[in-house]
């Protein structure tokens, strides 16, 4: 792999930044050397509070690894194993489920449950909340009525399909084993190891000073807020809030096994489901093949008023996280970056 001149980021960054009117933080880094670090837009656009390098911002679905590396740390303790069936390990009612699903098909987004949110065929994440309150739902077992009576919608290990509810179902999983609270544990045994102290799982209606608005665009030109547009609290699935330096750490916990063994990390990183030619999925962990190599593993979130991407580049050493409070972003900056420092020369 290839790299260029650590001083060109910076001319891309502002070009594409410019252009795009970008909102949030970019951060890239290579060890400990740090290529490019910069704040754009604003986390409160009423108040003019321009967002800084510390601001904590939602990043949605990119938390789902954080929900793999708890369940492999149970798998790890030997308190589950993949093969174990969701119906050995969660005391719920789930009538139309197929017995045989297992936690590694719910990690993999390959176990044909019903999901919440499909987003293969809904458009609007907000249309949830018309029936069902945002702000009820609080815990994990709330997202429940919203999809445990529904049928399957194919049998498990058929193919992979993206699914939330999977990964709610896995939180429950932590939740039942643990004792604790979700979040508490994700708390206490992830960002804590990776000292993650800026993260956490914080409620809408009582977010901690230096965070994010999201922020819904409209074409003509105006703006909303999403605190009725997602739910008030994040979970398993997603809806973690945190700053682009505790999301590095993140990958350096992951990376030099502060956070699981070497055997089982190097099984939540091994390419599991492929989802097309060059893209395939491990436990909660997107992974980009080029050549027939790894290129990137990465993770990505999208919500109403968010957009996050981080990846961790293994040929090079590289680092780069990119969390905003906009719908849109985080891919485009991500993409022009790649181009410059870590497009493969044959």
Not at 57 to 64: D, L, M, N, Q, Y
Not at 68 to 92: F, H
Request: aromatic content about 10%; hydrophobic content about 35%; charged content about 20%.
């Amino acid at each position: 792999m290839k790299t260029t001149n650590y001083k060109e980021v910076g001319k891309i960054v502002s070009t594409v930044t410019s252009e795009m009117e970008f909102s949030g933080v970019i951060y890239i880094q290579n060890g400990k050397e740090m290529i490019h670090e910069s704040a754009h837009g604003y986390s409160n656009r009423a108040e003019q509070i321009k967002n800084k390098i510390n601001t904590r911002f939602g990043i949605a679905s990119g938390c789902k690894l954080f929900t793999a590396i708890g369940i492999c740390q149970l798998i790890q303790a030997g308190k589950l194993t993949v093969e174990t069936k969701i119906n050995e390990c969660l005391a719920i009612d789930l009538p139309y489920f197929d017995k045989s699903v297992t936690i590694h098909h719910l990690l993999t987004h390959s176990s044909g449950i019903p999901d919440y949110f499909d987003e293969a065929v809904m458009e609007n994440f907000e249309d949830l909340w018309k029936q069902n309150p945002m702000y009820q739902i609080k815990e994990l077992r709330d997202f429940l009525p919203l999809f445990q009576h529904q049928k399957m919608m194919f049998p498990p290990g058929a193919k992979f399909h993206y699914n939330n509810a999977g990964f709610i179902l896995l939180g429950l999983v932590i939740e039942q084993i643990s004792g604790e609270s979700f979040t508490s544990y994700i708390e206490k045994n992830i960002f804590g190891p990776s000292e993650m102290q800026d993260s956490g799982y914080f409620s809408l209606d009582q977010l901690p000073a230096n965070t994010a608005t999201g922020y819904i665009d409209s074409e003509d030109g105006s703006w909303r807020t999403n605190i009725y547009s997602i739910p008030i609290k994040g979970g398993a699935d997603g809806g973690a809030f945190t700053t682009a330096l505790d999301m590095s750490k993140l990958w350096t916990g992951l990376l030099h096994h502060r956070l699981l063994n070497e055997e089982m990390t190097q099984r939540l990183l091994t390419p599991v489901i492929e989802v097309d030619e060059d893209s395939h999925y491990g436990y909660g962990i997107w992974i980009r093949k080029r050549n027939n190599r790894i290129f990137k593993y990465h993770v990505m979130g999208y919500d109403p008023g968010v957009s996050f991407a981080s990846s961790f580049y293994p040929e090079s050493g590289v680092t780069m996280v990119i969390p905003s409070n906009k719908e849109g972003g985080p891919h485009k900056v991500t993409s022009e970056i790649e181009k410059m420092l870590m497009i493969e020369k044959e």
